[in-house]
């Protein structure tokens, strides 16, 4: 409990901020990791398959608990201070906004463990994170998981990563008013290091397919274009809308449920065209994510590239959710010899990811470099990103 604890003084930073912003030691610190999604795009709200893996990049959130039924919040980035809240009085009617929007993430989570009956109580919260905001990297998955952990740990409620990732993901939609799917939460909870994560987003049964790309002489580039999106908008509803009328329409309860091997005989039947492109990527999309995870699970690893590549191929022309920093991301690095890439995440916006030779990065960093320069856009970020732990403890 709050000032109950007295502990040597902590070596981790966040550990070291919390004192610093409470004026005691936490309890302990837990960390989630941001995500990138090798394939399996906007397949998730359609019970349909994803192959995202944890990034190295986390959001560490330090902890302790309090009797008062108090929730304060306190980030390492927000300099109007610690935010003030009464657990029980949690409303999804009424989530934060403004300078406060970002309290909704951790106050989601507490309120989605107390709205399924979990004995979750008060707590002091600091949060300090290195996942990229707005780049299509899952930092708001990587705070509600970490958060959830770190309440369920406190509070000695047993809950698996899955169940957690159901709750992270029930903040964001009910809390934050995302209508995310499950993809984000689940890798984030669940992911393994030196894996990517094969997940049946109906039945969360998963697979940790190995993913080297070191020893294979590969490297994964993150192209992080700068261009914030923001899933609230219209766009990403939409998707979700016209995928949902087009299975109806179909008679099946959702895309997952169209075979590949049947998906020419049902466009047939769908008589809006928008509605025949969207079933078009999902399908093949779902169908892109089993060959990458057979080819990947086979260490045939330079041969996904051109999955990737058609994958964006499909999410730029039949799901229209690229942009133009995308698609020059993509063109150029395929062009400066990368085995294949492709816009990762909801789009509009945000990371691609180029699947490249360890020799050919400097050669791949300097065509986006120039290719942006050139286009008036500005710089991109690129990193490269190493499959990582999924959450846990850290001190
Ligand atoms: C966002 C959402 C995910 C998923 C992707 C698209 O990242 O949070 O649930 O739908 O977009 O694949």
Redesign the pocket.
Known sequence: MSGTTREPRPANRTAREFEKVYGYPPEGVWAAPGRV?LI??????NDGF?LPFALPQRTEVAAARRADGMLRLHSAYVPSGVVTLEVTGLDPAHPPQGADRWTGYPAGMVWALLDAGLPAGGADLHIRSDVPTGA?L?SS?ALETATGLALTELYGIPLTRSALAVLARRAENAYVG?P?????QMASACATEGHALHLDTRTLEQRHIPFDCASAGLRLLVVDTRVTHD?ADGA?AQRRASCRAAAESLGIPTLRDLPYPELEQALGRLTDPVQRRRVRHVVTENERVARVGELLSAGRLRETGRLLTEGHTSLRDDYEVSCPELDLAVSTADAAGAYGSRMT???FGGSALALIDVDAEPEVTRALAEAFRRAGFAPPHVMAAEPSAGAGRIR
């Open positions: 999604n399996g795009e906007h397949t998730d709200y994803v299509g899952s998955a995302v995310c799917g499950i993809m984000d899933l990403y995440g909801g789009g």
